[in-house]
């Protein structure tokens, strides 16, 4: 069994201003958990443990998957509920396309059980996780608000393989469609 998911690449440059703003970040006393830049992405679908012969259908559907590059562009960072917050992210504008997107990759995965999110896809890009909240996590935040990070095109997916170590996950490409 592999935990695996399938995402959207962001471009180095929008990665490294998003770096910046975990340096702005890193000045609050809120405990935050930060993501490596260089792996930060957009979850388009979770999909949880795989075993390997579900693997290997898993990448003949999403290979069959075509759709048009399109733009994303990374808005602001801010966190996932005001009055809960659990992670850290930036907005993704992109226009619509990873809903439709991720449509497309259910029609291929529910015939071989996995379940059809319940909820919208909100596309975002996660750059830490919240372990313990407090007052200055939001002064930062606001010293990051109208900041621009960038757009780039996403010309493809990757189905990942995620494996949670004790200094974070470490990302593996299983399968790459390109556009």
């Known amino acids: 069994m592999v935990r695996m998911f399938v995402a959207l690449e962001l471009s180095g440059e929008i990665r490294d201003r998003l770096k910046d703003a975990q340096q702005v970040l890193r000045g609050c006393s809120a405990r935050l958990t930060?993501?490596?830049?260089?792996?930060?992405?957009?979850?388009?679908?979770?999909?949880?443990?795989?075993?390997?012969?579900?693997?290997a259908k898993v990448q003949d559907a999403l290979n069959k998957i075509t759709f048009t590059p399109f733009t994303v562009t990374a808005g602001d960072v801010t966190v996932n509920n005001p009055k809960r917050p659990h992670t850290v992210w930036c907005a993704i504008?992109?226009?619509?396309?990873?809903?439709?997107?991720?449509?497309?990759?259910?029609?291929g995965l529910s015939p071989l059980g996995f379940a059809r999110e319940d909820r919208r896809l909100t596309p975002h890009?996660?750059?830490?996780?919240?372990?313990?909240?407090?007052?200055?996590?939001?002064?930062?935040?606001?010293q990051?608000?109208?900041?621009?990070?960038?757009?780039?095109?996403?010309?493809?997916?990757?189905?990942?393989?995620?494996?949670?170590?004790?200094?974070?996950?470490?990302?593996e490409d299983v399968l790459e469609v390109k556009w």
């Open 125 to 142: 890009a996660t750059v830490a996780r919240v372990k313990s909240p407090d007052s200055s996590l939001f002064t930062a935040l606001d």
């Open 144 to 171: 990051l608000r109208g900041r621009s990070y960038g757009s780039c095109t996403v010309n493809g997916m990757k189905l990942k393989k995620s494996i949670l170590t004790s200094r974070g996950p470490v990302y």
């Open 34 to 55: 930060f993501v490596d830049p260089a792996l930060i992405h957009i979850t388009v679908k979770f999909l949880g443990e795989v075993d390997d012969k579900k693997c």
């Open 93 to 107: 504008d992109d226009g619509g396309n990873g809903e439709q997107l991720l449509g497309l990759i259910e029609a």
